[in-house]
């Protein structure tokens, strides 16, 4: 029997502070790696952006990997940068997963430097370069059976639409899809209507509405039944 997670379920598990540590212990070394990595990173392969990551709400991702213990299933990412979040997943999980990233890697470099990354960092990824909409067939490909899905790729509400309805269908019972950034109101402003509109039109049906938690507002979370 898949465990149903609910907010209360989700605060008696943020407040265990041996599962905090040992998530932020993760998150803290995995950041150190990529940090480490990215000062032996050639010049000629490197982003002018730097930012390895953006926010640390998505230490969210790795209670889910906890919750999804019993779960089989893959994990995949809508939206790599530069592999930050899903190597973070791929060892909350014990690298034991089939791992899908998922990027159109269309800034200049951006292929070389999360190359650079995944080679080095999280091999066992598969990474899929294109646009979500156009690379979904690719993905299907691979028959995906979901744990967790993280939707952080195009911001705009239509990529939000897309990447819910082609993806969400591979997601098992017991697993959880993360819509990221559904409050940031200021950077990614079309992202919370776009997943409100998902649920008022019903979207939703089969899933477990968690929404924000306390805690990772940033994010709105979904189980499938």
Not at 154 to 181: E, I, K, M, P, Q
Request: aromatic content about 10%; some cysteine; overall charge negative.
């Amino acid at each position: 029997m898949i465990p149903a997670v609910d907010h209360t379920a989700l605060r008696n598990l943020f407040g265990e502070a041996r599962v905090k540590k040992g998530i932020d212990d993760i998150w803290d070394v995995v950041g150190a790696i990529f940090e480490k990595e990215q000062k032996e990173l050639p010049s000629s392969l490197a982003m002018a952006r730097k930012e390895l990551s953006f926010h640390d709400h998505v230490k969210l991702l790795g209670y889910l990997c906890l919750l999804i213990g019993e779960v089989p299933g893959d994990l995949v990412e809508i939206g790599v940068w530069k592999g930050k979040s899903l190597c973070f997943m791929s060892q909350m999980c014990g690298r034991k997963r089939r791992l899908f990233g998922i990027d159109p890697m269309e800034l200049e470099r951006q292929a070389d430097e999360l190359g650079f990354y995944h080679g080095k960092l999280f091999a066992e990824a598969t990474l899929i370069r294109g646009y979500s909409e156009l690379a979904a067939e690719r993905f299907l490909a691979n028959s995906p059976k979901v744990a967790l899905l993280h939707i952080d790729g195009g911001h705009a509400g239509r990529n939000v639409l897309l990447d819910f309805l082609l993806y969400s269908t591979c997601v098992v019972s017991g697993g959880f899809v993360v819509f990221d950034d559904y409050g940031d109101h200021l950077y990614s402003p079309e992202v919370g209507p776009a997943v409100d509109l998902l649920r008022a039109g019903g979207y939703f049906n089969g899933f477990r509405v968690i929404g924000p938690v306390a805690g990772f507002e940033n994010s709105y979370l979904l189980q499938r039944l």
